[in-house]
């Protein structure tokens, strides 16, 4: 159980599947993972949009590397869509955004979790986020943050590793928006073999 507002890092090895499931609903699930051999390759935004073709995840969709290289592919999704562009959240943005004091946020987490592995804020990219709703318009408006997620109690998805991965993830805690309905609640996240 990953209570809101925690965050959890771990590696899955090649072929393992990592659950995660949005206890409650309406809860955004922010989400790195990097070659667990060689951590300087990881998740890269813009290749996976492009060689998925398009800026949502959903089943089938695989998370590619920076070199080109799958690192995890979406095997189950009771949810159907995923964001791939409005980023995590942080102190800098939330004062940006919403004029709101220093508090729990998304980067701080990364930065939390990625330091269990040797790794910083300087190895954070742009990241996915799980069960978070953001609509783009045909003008290229997205509204990141201003419509609840799509995600009923129980949903989940769930990634099959391609090859050994460090995968980390921070439970959103976000309260200036409604990505999480103005209330930040738990996740569970499983690890498991499946053949």
């Given at each position: ?15 393992q ?76 943005s939330?004062?940006?955004r ?60 769930e ?28 996740v ?8």
């Open positions: 159980m990953i209570p809101a507002a925690g965050d959890w890092s771990g590696i899955v090895k090649a072929g599947r990592l659950r995660i499931v949005d206890l409650e609903g309406h809860q955004a699930v922010d989400f790195l993972c990097y070659d667990a051999a060689d951590p300087a390759e990881r998740y890269n935004a813009a290749d996976t949009m492009k060689i998925n073709g398009s800026i949502f995840l959903g089943p089938g969709s695989k998370l590619y590397s920076d070199m080109g290289r799958a690192l995890f592919t979406i095997v189950e999704d009771s949810c159907g869509r995923h964001d791939t562009i409005g980023g995590c959240c942080s102190n800098e939330n004062h940006l919403y004029g709101a004091t220093p508090g729990p946020n998304c980067r701080d987490n990364f930065v939390r979790a990625l330091g269990r592995h040797g790794l910083g804020r300087k190895d954070i990219v742009a990241n996915v986020n799980f069960f978070m709703h953001v609509p783009v318009g045909a003008d290229g408006f997205m509204n990141t943050g201003l419509d609840a997620g799509h995600s009923k109690p129980g949903d989940r998805v990634l099959r590793a391609e090859r050994d991965v460090l995968a980390v993830l921070s439970n959103c805690p976000q309260i200036n928006n409604a990505t999480n309905d103005f209330n930040p609640t738990p569970r996240v499983t690890l498991f073999d499946r053949d």
